[in-house]
């Protein structure tokens, strides 16, 4: 099959050609049209991946106590991923200190979900992979995390410290006013619960890091890739770097990305960050990220349909256009994290790639070229070569 004079984004340049789709891998590449399905209007780009996405957790629990079962949760979230044109995505599930036993992101709920989701992505019409974010202050969640990686459910992994005054919410009054909105509470109750959270979380230091080298030595006895998470001082992400973390999420400040990239590391910042530009935490902007050449990986983080823009806005200031931001959503993700099959309209790369229409909205998305998403703007019938000289 042929996608023919389309607007192909290739690694290193745009150009406008045709790709032609064999056994579920990108059979050829060539200027100019082919007999075949008239793409003229459209843009063709390598499919997204995704290494940050939390939407899982919020189709299990759209409200609060209102749990949805796995199979209804994903269905939802797979087509929602592939209407945005993101054909690998690892579910980004959270351990953490605060929940109660049984409660949403303790170790007994995550570790369930875990297996849950993986025992169902079989069926999905994108490729579900599962990014465990293990909270370092939350010691009985190490043996757990253990079993599962032992257990091969395991694709990712990130260490994060949530406890307030630190990290993402180094800024302690912004995140006052943020969960006293959430929560609609005062800002006084919202201070005393940060006040609470940060007497309850603390721990010291030595446990932190024995509760991080712990889960890099499992990590790479089981060749799993580390992320660090929400980096905020040059001294973290080196050490992040020296626990053999390859990727840093979110780095909090400018500084932070600095050392990270300095020391080899992949940055990853949100898509919506770089869509709105703006952080909702008031820190690091994706934007002026990228901007110094310290932006690796666009993530979904909360939306994926944000990719896509975030990507064309990107395209504006990067020194190679719209295919050097298009790479921070596919081949360097795909680098990072090992998958070498993937991430680049290549020949003999997997056909994971997403057709956008001339309104620039994702108008076909395939996966290992079959189809998993149209919105039926792609004409669908070939037409002679002839009649597209």
């Given amino acids: 099959m042929w996608l023919s004079d389309a607007t192909l984004v290739l690694p290193d340049r745009v150009m406008r050609g045709s790709i032609q789709i064999e056994d579920g891998q990108i059979a050829r590449i060539t200027e100019g049209p082919q007999n075949g399905i008239d793409a003229s209007g459209h843009t063709v780009f390598a499919g997204f991946i995704d290494m940050h996405g939390d939407m899982i957790e919020q189709e299990l629990e ?60 079989g069926g999905c019409r994108v490729d579900h992979r599962i990014h465990a974010r293990f909270d370092i202050t939350f010691d009985n969640a190490v043996e757990v995390l253990e079993q599962l990686l032992d ?30 909105t959430a929560l609609n509470i005062s800002e006084t109750e919202a201070r005393q619960q940060v006040a609470s959270m940060i007497a309850a979380r603390s721990r010291p230091q030595e446990v932190l890091l024995g509760n991080m080298q712990a889960v890099a030595r499992m990590c790479a006895a089981h060749g799993i890739a580390i992320a660090s998470h929400d980096d905020d001082t040059v001294d973290k992400a080196h050490l992040m770097a020296d626990l053999g973390a390859v990727i840093a999420e979110f780095p909090v400040t400018l500084e932070a990305a600095e050392a990270a990239v300095d020391r080899g590391m992949m940055t990853a910042m949100g898509a919506p960050n770089a869509m709105r530009g703006q952080s909702y ?106 009649t597209l000289a």
């Avoid at 991923?81 to 303790?106: D, H, Q």
């Avoid at 091969?152 to 006293?180: C, F, W």
């Avoid at 298009?326 to 680098?335: I, S």
């Fill in 281 to 386: 935490s008031g820190n690091l902007l994706a934007r002026e990220a990228h901007a110094r050449g310290l932006l690796s990986i666009l993530a979904a983080d909360y939306h994926p349909a944000a990719i896509l823009p975030a990507i064309r806005i990107l395209a504006q200031a990067d020194p190679d256009g719209l295919a050097g931001a298009a790479r921070l959503a596919t081949v360097n993700p795909a680098r990072a994290l090992g998958l070498t099959d993937r991430g680049g309209l290549e020949v003999g790369k997997r056909a994971d790639l997403i057709v956008v229409d001339p309104q620039d909205r994702v108008g076909l998305t395939m996966v290992a070229g079959q189809t998993v998403y149209s919105n039926g703007t792609l004409q669908r019938a070939a037409r002679p070569l002839e």
């Fill in 151 to 180: 257990d091969g459910q395991v694709d990712l992994v990130s260490l994060m410290d949530h406890t307030p005054g630190q990290g993402q919410y180094r800024n302690l009054e912004i995140h006052i006013r943020n969960k006293a």
């Fill in 62 to 121: 759209p409200r609060a106590n209102v749990d949805f079962p796995m199979h209804v949760a994903l269905n939802a979230l797979d087509a929602r991923l592939a209407a945005s044109g993101v054909t690998t995505a690892y579910a980004s599930v959270s351990f953490s200190r605060n929940a109660k036993a049984g409660e949403r992101r303790s170790f007994e709920h995550t570790s369930q979900i875990i297996r849950d989701l993986h025992a169902a992505r």
